[in-house]
Nanobody, 129 residues
Framework: DVQLQASGGGSVQTGGSLRLSCATS????????IGWFRQAPGKEREGVSC????????YHRLSVRGRFTMSSDRAKSMAYLEMNNLNPDYTAVYYC??????????????????????WGQGTLVTVSS
């Protein structure tokens, strides 16, 4: 079974940092893109950072560039999201998800949730002022 497990969320104050981890299993990691998405209260889910596992091709949402860093460990089938200089606007449930890339028309694009078929359960990030 395909499984993704996000962890590492918690409560921090403005200016703090967190590192989220996404443990995956049940699929060939290199054949997928891993994405980090977030959903704030009352808002739609949005893509934060997405990466093609095979070569590390990366997309970061404009608002997090210079603040968030996504990485992966292909040997461990893990993905990470380092989040720095957080503020309350980043309070949300953060999810990791996987999208199959071995299709003729796949592109990294702008990290849209619609293409991601497999999802983890989410981890809550709360940033207080």
């Amino acid at each position: 079974d395909v499984q993704l497990q996000a962890s590492g969320g918690g409560s921090v104050q403005t200016g703090g940092s967190l590192r989220l981890s996404c443990a995956t299993s049940g699929f060939a990691f290199d054949d997928y893109a891993i994405g980090w998405f977030r959903q704030a209260p009352g808002k739609e889910r949005e893509g934060v950072s997405c990466m093609r596992a095979y070569d590390g091709s990366l997309y970061h949402r404009l608002s997090v560039r210079g603040r968030f860093t996504m990485s992966s460990d292909r040997a461990k089938s893990m993905a990470y999201l380092e989040m720095n200089n957080l503020n309350p606007d980043y309070t949300a449930v953060y999810y990791c998800a996987a999208e199959f890339t071995k299709t003729p028309f796949w592109t990294l694009g702008s990290c849209q949730a619609i293409g991601y078929a497999y999802w983890g359960q989410g981890t809550l990030v709360t940033v207080s002022s």
